[in-house]
């Protein structure tokens, strides 16, 4: 059985290319889509702008006393992509010969994320819930 390699650089730049223009437009779509999202704005009845002001510093501050900020490092994809299965023909004297796509190497990405960030959040919303604050549709 031979093995053979065949790299075409031309065609999987090209490949590329179609790929991020189809991620690009799908990005583009997911935030068109996105800017219809319904808006919410804090209200309570007999609290002022000032008053609101106040009231969420100090949720914050008790929610990061509770829950500080906790980065961690996440690695995300990365390792070696095959780009296709082999293609083999098979001879009259029943050899085969096989040509395989040169495996890419995608390198990881790294991020780093607030694991905290989330419940953070929600405590500060239930502690502007629990003084009386409404969430409404924004006007």
Not at 58 to 83: D, F, K, L
Request: hydrophobic content about 30%; aromatic content about 12%; overall charge positive.
């Amino acid at each position: 059985m031979t093995i053979k390699y065949s790299t075409n650089i031309k065609s999987l730049m090209a490949q590329r290319r179609k790929s991020a223009v189809v991620i690009g437009i799908g990005f583009v779509a997911l935030m068109l889509t996105l800017g219809g999202c319904q808006r919410y704005e804090w209200t309570h009845p007999t609290r002022s702008l000032s008053d609101f002001g106040r009231d969420k510093l100090n949720c914050e501050r008790q929610a990061s006393r509770n829950y500080p900020v906790h980065p961690v490092t996440v690695v995300e994809g990365g390792g070696y992509v095959y780009r296709s299965s082999p293609f083999c023909r098979r001879y009259h004297r029943g050899f085969d010969s096989c040509f395989f796509d040169e495996p890419i190497y995608v390198p990881p990405t790294y991020s780093t994320r607030d694991m905290n960030e989330t419940p953070r959040n929600q405590m500060v919303e239930s502690c502007l819930f629990s003084k009386g604050y409404q969430l409404v549709p924004a006007k």
